[in-house]
Structure formats: structure tokens, C-alpha cells
């Protein structure tokens, strides 16, 4: 198998609207009841299981016996991993930031006027 960095790096880049979909089922899982380390480890999965075959697919293996090379599989399960990974942590993100913001202006005061004698 030939490296080739660009090929990588074009999949990746390529697949930047599959951490929006892998996001979108973060989401799903936890509305389901996933929560915590069960949400981690379903985002890790997700990512996996779209990750891998979208970075087969992009590489563009060569015919024959390309799934007993390393190099593949390596790489497809990084970038799952990867997606996986990041789409849980911009999802917590998200989630407090948008929690913070709920309360932030949702919170009502009152203005006082000022004692005028």
C-alpha cells in the first residue's frame, strides 16, 4: 500500500458533514437514555461504525486482498474513533452551553426605582 497523505486528508475533510450526522445521533442516543459513559461509548460506536467503511470508501482501496493490509483498517478505525470522540465532546459542549444560556436569560430581576423624597 502506498501512503499517500492527501487522500487521507481529502476523506477527512470530505467527511465533515458525517460529524453532523454522528452529532445528530449523539443526540438521539441520549434521548433515548443514554447518558453518560453509556452516551460516550454509543458516540464512539456510531462513529465506528460510520467512520471506518466512509474512510474505506474515500481511500479507495485496490483490488484484492486490501482488507488484510493494516495501513486501512488503521486508519478507517482512527478516524471513527476520532469522530466519535469529538462528536460527544461538541455535543457536551453544546449542551452546557446552551443550558448556561437558558439560564442566563431566562432569569428575571426586577428594576427598583430609586426613594425620590
Same mark, same amino acid.
Given at each position: 500500500?502506498?501512503?499517500?497523505?492527501?487522500? *487521507?486528508?481529502?476523506?477527512?475533510?470530505?467527511?465533515? @458533514?458525517?460529524? #453532523?450526522?454522528?452529532?445528530?445521533?449523539?443526540?438521539?442516543?441520549?434521548?433515548?437514555?443514554?447518558?453518560?459513559?453509556?452516551?460516550?461509548?454509543?458516540?464512539?460506536? %456510531? !462513529?465506528?461504525?460510520? !467512520?471506518? @467503511?466512509?474512510?474505506? %470508501?474515500?481511500?479507495?482501496? @485496490?483490488?484484492?486482498?486490501?482488507?488484510?493490509?493494516?495501513?486501512?483498517? #488503521?486508519? !478507517?478505525?482512527?478516524?471513527?474513533?476520532?469522530?466519535?470522540?469529538?462528536?460527544?465532546?461538541? *455535543?457536551?459542549?453544546?449542551?452546557?452551553?446552551?443550558?448556561?444560556?437558558?439560564?442566563?436569560? %431566562?432569569?428575571? %430581576? #426586577?428594576?427598583?426605582?430609586?426613594?425620590?423624597?
Amino acid at each position: 500500500m502506498d501512503f499517500d497523505l492527501a487522500i *487521507y486528508v481529502k476523506a477527512a475533510v470530505s467527511g465533515v @458533514p458525517l460529524l #453532523f450526522v454522528v452529532i445528530g445521533l449523539v443526540w438521539v442516543w441520549g434521548e433515548l437514555g443514554a447518558k453518560g459513559k453509556a452516551q460516550l461509548v454509543s458516540s464512539m460506536v %456510531t !462513529g465506528l461504525a460510520l !467512520g471506518l @467503511p466512509y474512510m474505506i %470508501t474515500q481511500t479507495r482501496p @485496490p483490488v484484492g486482498d486490501w482488507w488484510l493490509s493494516f495501513g486501512y483498517w #488503521f486508519a !478507517g478505525i482512527i478516524y471513527g474513533l476520532g469522530l466519535g470522540v469529538l462528536s460527544s465532546v461538541l *455535543y457536551n459542549i453544546n449542551k452546557d452551553l446552551i443550558k448556561k444560556l437558558i439560564e442566563k436569560y %431566562t432569569t428575571v %430581576t #426586577f428594576y427598583q426605582q430609586p426613594d425620590v423624597e
